[in-house]
T-cell receptor
Framework: DGGITQSPKYLFRKEGQNVTLSCEQN?????MYWYRQDPGQGLRLIYY???????QKGDIAEGYSVSREKKESFPLTVTSAQKNPTAFYLC?????????????FGDGTRLSIL | GENVEQHPSTLSVQEGDSAVIKCTYS??????FPWYKQELGKRPQLIID?????GEKKDQRIAVTLNKTAKHFSLHITETQPEDSAVYFC?????????????FGKGTKLTVNP
């Protein structure tokens, strides 16, 4: 899905450092999502936003923060409070915030600890 | 709680054979069931989805069946090819009453041997 761009592809975090993962979409979708993927764990929801200027915690929000100031952008900050941040992070969007709409994913950001 | 169980976790078949992956869900109000294919290091891609008003849906070699009474749904791949090798994820939506989101299974790694 070329309409969802995540950057960077690889990111390294030092101890005590906050890092921000970018997610941009040009699909004019209302809803955006952040998932964390660990081996054997499937996709776990971190935060989601059904509409601009609004967002909700997912299942594993602790140690993460988001903002949704623009419809096309939903950045995720991994804070120093997240003690095990090494994972593959996927951003997704859907045309509306109702849960019965297909979600389309970006290429992901792989975050590692230095 | 909200849960999607997926089996098996790994599946190995010979080229040309069929593959079946099964999922069960816990929320009786769920009405949307997508399936995603994820190749190594790449984004999950939607391959087929089904809504609760139908019992079966086909797209070429792929089909999905849904049994709402038993709360389970299955992915069927016929005439498997090596390029079908990937991790497959099922999901079910959580409808109003709780938060609007998809809950994913933990994935099935399918290997098609030439």
């Amino acid at each position: 899905d070329g309409g969802i761009t995540q950057s960077p592809k690889y990111l390294f975090r030092k101890e005590g450092q906050n890092v921000t993962l970018s997610c941009e979409q040009n699909l004019n979708h209302d809803a955006m999502y952040w998932y964390r993927q660990d081996p054997g764990q499937g996709l776990r929801l971190i935060y989601y936003s059904q509409i601009v200027n609004d967002f909700q915690k997912g299942d594993i929000a602790e140690g993460y923060s988001v903002s949704r100031e623009k419809k096309e952008s939903f950045p995720l900050t991994v804070t120093s409070a997240q003690k095990n941040p090494t994972a593959f992070y996927l951003c997704a969007s859907s045309i509306s915030g109702t849960s019965n709409q297909p979600q389309h994913f970006g290429d992901g950001t792989r975050l590692s600890i230095l | 709680g909200e849960n999607v169980e997926q089996h098996p976790s790994t599946l190995s078949v010979q080229e040309g054979d069929s593959a079946v992956i099964k999922c069960t869900y816990s929320d009786s109000a769920s009405n949307y069931f997508p399936w995603y294919k994820q190749e190594l290091g790449k984004r999950p891609q939607l391959i087929i989805d089904i809504r609760s008003n139908v019992g079966e849906k086909k797209d070429q070699r792929i089909a999905v069946t849904l049994n709402k009474t038993a709360k389970h749904f299955s992915l069927h791949i016929t005439e498997t090819q090596p390029e079908d090798s990937a991790v497959y994820f099922c999901a079910a939506n959580i409808v109003p009453g709780g938060s609007e989101k998809l809950v994913f299974g933990k994935g099935t790694k399918l290997t098609v041997n030439p």
